[in-house]
C-alpha cells in the first residue's frame, strides 16, 4: 500500500473512531437532557396536585378538632381552631428556619386536645400530669436566636401562651422539613429527648418522633397556627411553593438541549454516510 494511501486509511480510520465517539456522547446528551425534561414536567404535575390540594383544603369549613376526631376530617390545608390545655414540657425548637434574613426557630409545643364543652380541668398542668386522651402538634411560630452571634446552646425566650387556649390554625400532613446531611452521610440523628435540660433542638421534627418522645396520641397532622394572640411569637407562614410554571420553563429548556443533541447526532451520521459514499 503506497504511504499516501496507508495516511488516507488512517485518516479515514481517526475520523470514523472520532465520529462514532461523538455519536455515541451526543445520543446519551439527548437521552440524560429529555429525562430530565419528564421530570421537570412530573415535578410540575405535583405542583399542580399540591395547588389544588391547597386550594380544595382552604375552601372547607373550619374543623372544630375534638378528642375524636377522624382521620378523615383531617384535610390538608383545611382551617382548624383546637380548644385545650398546653403542654408546655414538650416544646421543641426546630432549627435553622429563618425569616426576613434572620436566623431563628420553629417553636412546636402540643396541645391536649378538649371538646368544646368539655370543663375546664380543676388543677395546673405545669405543675400536675395531664391525663391526655389525645393531643395535638401545634406549630406556634418562629423565635429569632437572642443575638446572631449567639451559639447554638444559647436558648431564646419562648413567650408562654395562655395554659386554657383556643388555637386558630391551618393542617398540615407535617412540620415542614429542611435537607439534613444525615440523609447523605447514613448517619442516625440522636433521639428527641426531654430528660436534659433546656428545651430540645432539632433539624427536623417528625410525628412519630414527637409522639414517641412524649408518649401523648397525637392526632395524624400538625396545626399550623395563624391567629395572633399577642404572644410575640412571628406567624407570617410563608406556604408551599407552587411555581408550576417554572418547572414547565426548565422541561422546555432540557427538552431543547435535547433535540439539539440529536440534530447534531443526525448531522454527523449523515455526513459520516456521505463519505462513506465517496469513498472518503
Given amino acids: 500500500m503506497p504511504a499516501e494511501t496507508a495516511t488516507s486509511h488512517r485518516r479515514s480510520v481517526k475520523r470514523g473512531r472520532s465520529t462514532v465517539l461523538a455519536v455515541v456522547l451526543l445520543l446519551l446528551t439527548g437521552l440524560v437532557t429529555a429525562r430530565l425534561g419528564l421530570w421537570q414536567l412530573d415535578r410540575a404535575a405535583q405542583k399542580r396536585e399540591l395547588a389544588h390540594a391547597l386550594e380544595s383544603g382552604r375552601e372547607q369549613a373550619p374543623l372544630a378538632l375534638g378528642p375524636?376526631?377522624?382521620?378523615?376530617?383531617?384535610?390538608?390545608?383545611?382551617?382548624?381552631?383546637?380548644?385545650?390545655?398546653?403542654?408546655?414540657?414538650?416544646?421543641?425548637?426546630?432549627?435553622?428556619?429563618?425569616?426576613?434574613?434572620?436566623?431563628?426557630?420553629?417553636?412546636?409545643?402540643?396541645?391536649?386536645?378538649?371538646?368544646?364543652?368539655?370543663?375546664?380541668?380543676?388543677?395546673?398542668?405545669?405543675?400536675?400530669?395531664?391525663?391526655?386522651?389525645?393531643?395535638?402538634?401545634?406549630?406556634?411560630?418562629?423565635?429569632?436566636?437572642?443575638?446572631?452571634?449567639?451559639?447554638?446552646?444559647?436558648?431564646?425566650?419562648?413567650p408562654e401562651p395562655p395554659l386554657y387556649d383556643t388555637v386558630e390554625g391551618e393542617l398540615l400532613t407535617h412540620v415542614p422539613e429542611r435537607f439534613e446531611l444525615s440523609v447523605i452521610t447514613g448517619d442516625e440523628l440522636p433521639p428527641l429527648d426531654f430528660s436534659q435540660a433546656g428545651v430540645p433542638v432539632v433539624q427536623n421534627l417528625h410525628l412519630d418522633d414527637y409522639a414517641?418522645?412524649?408518649?401523648?396520641?397525637?392526632?395524624?397532622?400538625?396545626?399550623?397556627?395563624?391567629?395572633?394572640?399577642?404572644?410575640?411569637?412571628?406567624?407570617?407562614?410563608?406556604?408551599?411553593?407552587?411555581?408550576?410554571?417554572?418547572?414547565?420553563?426548565?422541561?422546555?429548556?432540557?427538552?431543547?438541549?435535547?433535540?439539539?443533541a440529536w440534530i447534531a447526532m443526525g448531522v454527523l451520521l449523515v455526513k459520516a454516510i456521505i463519505r462513506r459514499r465517496q469513498g472518503r
Wanted: glycine letters at 6%; hydrophobic letters at 40%; one cysteine or more.
Fill in 68 to 158: 375524636h376526631t377522624t382521620s378523615a376530617q383531617l384535610t390538608p390545608w383545611r382551617p382548624a381552631w383546637v380548644q385545650g390545655v398546653w403542654l408546655l414540657d414538650t416544646t421543641v425548637l426546630v432549627d435553622n428556619r429563618s425569616h426576613e434574613g434572620r436566623p431563628g426557630y420553629w417553636v412546636v409545643t402540643a396541645l391536649c386536645v378538649l371538646s368544646p364543652d368539655a370543663p375546664r380541668l380543676d388543677f395546673d398542668p405545669r405543675f400536675e400530669a395531664v391525663a391526655c386522651e389525645r393531643a395535638v402538634a401545634v406549630l406556634r411560630g418562629w423565635v429569632p436566636r437572642p443575638r446572631p452571634s449567639a451559639s447554638v446552646a444559647e436558648q431564646p425566650e419562648i
Fill in 212 to 260: 414517641r418522645a412524649t408518649g401523648l396520641s397525637l392526632l395524624p397532622m400538625v396545626l399550623q397556627q395563624t391567629g395572633d394572640n399577642a404572644d410575640g411569637l412571628s406567624r407570617q407562614w410563608e406556604g408551599p411553593p407552587v411555581n408550576i410554571d417554572t418547572h414547565r420553563g426548565y422541561a422546555l429548556q432540557w427538552f431543547s438541549f435535547a433535540a439539539i
